[in-house]
């Protein structure tokens, strides 16, 4: 079984939608990390009013059969594709060790559904 490390960030106020789509669709954890993004020196203000940058980053590691369902979830309940929403990318993982509460759940429910 092959690993994938998810990894999206959005503003802190879609944080809980995507968690939620992700769990929806087989997710079964994420890490959470605030985090602060970049932006242009003359986009940094509106009307005087300081732009808000902060981003939540988070983090799922997924087998490579949840990916697919995750992601779509994410970037539909997300609407990813809204400017200044979020982002989402998808990392190859070589080695991932302490799963085994994650590897049992898997089994479980590969056995539920051809059973």
Not at 15 to 42: D, F, K, V, W
Not at 96 to 101: E, F, M, P, S, V
């Amino acid at each position: 079984m092959g690993w994938k490390l998810v990894v999206v960030t959005v503003r802190p106020q879609l944080t809980e939608r995507i968690l939620n789509a992700a769990r929806q669709s087989g997710a079964m954890g994420a890490t959470i990390i605030p985090a602060r993004g970049t932006i242009p020196q003359e986009s940094r203000s509106f009307l005087g009013l300081a732009l808000d940058n902060q981003r939540d980053l988070i983090l799922f590691l997924l087998d490579e059969a949840r990916v697919l369902a995750v992601t779509r979830a994410i970037h539909l309940d997300g609407d990813l594709d809204a400017p200044g929403t979020g982002m989402l990318f998808v990392l190859d993982v070589e080695q991932a060790l302490g799963l085994r509460g994650q590897l049992l759940a898997s089994e479980t429910e590969i056995r539920e559904q051809y059973n």
